[in-house]
């Protein structure tokens, strides 16, 4: 998801409200099969690089095919690994009725909240028809739009705003969170998730042996040439405060790549495994736009991308990367100044 292109430029409606098939007594679960694809991805207009479909608009590195879409399956269950099969890492009020999740993507965590949260009224937000048209229940609907523009619900209006890999479709983290917080009603909660683009070596000091490798400081590189910040962690916090928020939380879970042995610690086994499937299956998912507008051809970037799985697996070290977790609070109107 991120900024659309100019009028005129999209077949589709760039406010469209779709409301998914409903169905009655059964929630959704992430391991079943993704849908076929939405009957309006037929005619979506695309610009096509390195073999992945992104949108026309040339601003959002984030493709919509068929690759993207199974790699948004396997995060989600990354995601839910690092949050002992949570949803959220922030705790929810029971009175919880309006929640928007920003960058959608398949719909698989807005159709599981809305199977756990049944009282709630959930709004998926995404600038592609990707999302799972069976399995959703009655209290989730599906927004194609693009989140940088002004919303249309008025202020004060959500309980919780929800955002989860979305660093790549976003030109103005600031201008977003000042919008996330006019919209949240006073007390009203935000939670965002990024997977932090430093790797770091567990056998160093720890949180600081950065170990970069080549592949990806090209890519980190190129990001900056292109204006499009992937890794908003670290600053984050200071654009929440910034923005007036408060109750601001960050932390971090452990995601190991590579090889290396986890012993006897089964979370961190499936985190493993997870990471390695999309490290290996999916790395090119987000590189192939952005290399293209640097004037990278298919053929150089299949030179020098294998070199990110080899320095990982030849690296003298136990490598891992991080999710981020941010949470915070736009204050309530009692709160003490």
Not at 203 to 223: H, Q, V, W, Y
Not at 265 to 289: A, P
């Amino acid at each position: 998801m991120s900024r659309p292109p100019p009028k005129g430029e999209m077949k589709m409606e760039s406010q469209g409200e779709t409301q998914a098939e409903h169905t009655t007594g059964e929630g959704s679960d992430s391991s079943t099969d993704l849908d076929g694809p939405d009957p309006r991805l037929k005619d979506f207009p695309f610009i096509e690089a390195f073999g992945h479909l992104y949108h026309i608009s040339g601003k959002i590195f984030l493709p919509f095919d068929q690759a993207e879409r199974d790699r948004l399956e396997i995060q989600h269950k990354l995601y839910r690994n690092c949050l002992d099969g949570a949803l959220t890492s922030t705790r929810l009020p029971l009175d919880t009725a309006q929640i928007m999740d920003l960058g959608t993507g398949t719909g698989a965590w807005a159709i599981e909240m809305g199977a756990r949260y049944p009282q709630s009224q959930i709004i998926g937000v995404d600038v592609y028809p990707i999302q799972r048209r069976r399995g959703v229940p009655p209290n989730v609907k599906f927004e194609i739009d693009d989140v940088e523009n002004p919303w249309k619900y008025p202020d004060n209006y959500f309980d919780f705003v929800h955002a989860r890999s979305i660093a790549g479709g976003v030109r103005d983290w600031p201008a977003l969170l000042r919008q996330i917080y006019r919209k949240l009603k006073p007390g009203g909660l935000f939670e965002m998730t990024e997977i932090a683009l430093n790797i770091l070596d567990f056998n160093g000091k720890f949180a600081e042996a950065d170990m970069l490798p080549g592949f990806l400081k090209i890519f980190r590189d190129m990001g900056e040439k292109c204006g499009m910040d992937f890794n908003p962690s670290p600053h984050v916090t200071d654009w929440l405060v910034d923005a007036d928020f408060d109750k601001i939380v960050q932390r971090s879970e452990i995601l190991p790549v590579g090889t290396w042995s986890w012993a006897q610690d089964e979370k961190m086994k499936v985190r493993q495994h997870l990471m390695n499937s999309i490290i290996t299956e999916h790395y090119d998912n987000h590189c192939g736009l952005l290399f293209k507008s640097c004037g990278w051809t298919k053929e150089a970037f299949d030179e020098v991308a294998p070199s990110f799985w080899q320095e990982l697996q030849a690296a003298n070290g136990r490598p891992y990367i991080t999710a981020v977790f941010t949470t915070a609070r736009k204050p309530r109107r009692d709160d003490s100044t």
